[in-house]
């Protein structure tokens, strides 16, 4: 089973905080993403990487920066945390051999709070 | 703009019952469609997918159905049970794409 962990369920953090969230994968995955997930606007992309050291804006990547060190983690970063950072975010993960048909796998979710 | 689109905030459906779940979508060349479940505080699980070429897909309580034409699929859940109350978010992606589109979710109660 593929497995993706994120590094806190929970996180309260102040405004104008860097603020580091951690995703690991332990299925060789090429291809990474992260999204927030919020009440009536489903799950937006925030960047993507579908390689080590490669990365791409998704649709709303402002205010979001992300690295990708190694191939099994993806971190995501907050470079001065808002409260309209406020969310949950959700990390996925994708095989990426075979195009588009590979599913996605998704960690449990951080609850972030910006206070 | 949004490309994937689930009209239906929530749907509350009798146990035992059948429960759909509707998605449209507008980009037409989009080939390949899946169904995630997500309870609260808890990340997006795969259900099912459903592949362009085809216009059923089924795999136990669940079925998945295409009509390309209308750009419309369809979740059905036969029977439904409490267990399958969560949000159901439909998603699609293109074959020289990485990411998935997803619509904003439904809200499935069943109710004993």
């Known amino acids: 089973d593929v497995k993706v962990t994120q590094s806190s369920r929970y996180l309260v953090k102040r405004t104008g905080e860097k603020v580091f969230l951690e995703c690991v994968q332990d299925?060789?995955?090429?291809?990474m993403f992260w999204y927030r997930q919020d009440p009536g606007l489903g799950l937006r992309l925030i960047y993507f990487?579908?390689?080590?050291?490669?990365?791409e804006k998704g649709d709303i990547p402002e205010g979001y920066s992300v690295s990708r060190e190694k191939k099994e983690r993806f971190s995501l970063i907050l470079e001065s945390a808002s409260t309209n950072q406020t969310s949950m975010y959700l990390c996925?993960?994708?095989?990426?051999?075979?195009?588009?048909?590979?599913?996605?796998?998704f960690g449990p979710g951080t609850r972030l709070t910006v206070l | 703009d949004q490309q994937v689109k689930q009209n239906s905030p929530s749907l509350s459906v009798q146990e035992g019952r059948i429960s759909i779940l509707n998605c449209d979508y507008t980009?037409?060349?989009?080939?390949?469609f899946l169904w995630y479940k997500k309870y609260p505080a808890e990340g997006p699980t795969f259900l099912i997918s459903?592949?362009?070429?085809?216009d059923k897909n089924e795999d136990g309580r669940f079925t998945v159905f295409l009509n390309k034409s209308a750009k419309h699929l369809s979740l059905h859940i036969v029977p439904s049970q409490p267990g399958d109350s969560a949000v159901y978010f439909c998603a699609a992606s293109l074959n020289s794409g990485y990411a998935l589109n997803f619509g904003k979710g439904t809200s499935l109660l069943v109710t004993p």
């Open positions: 459903i592949s362009s070429i085809k």
């Open positions: 996925a993960s994708r095989l990426g051999t075979s195009g588009s048909t590979d599913t996605q796998y």
């Open positions: 980009n037409s060349m989009f080939d390949y």
């Open positions: 299925m060789d995955h090429e291809n």
């Open positions: 990487s579908y390689d080590v050291k490669m990365k």
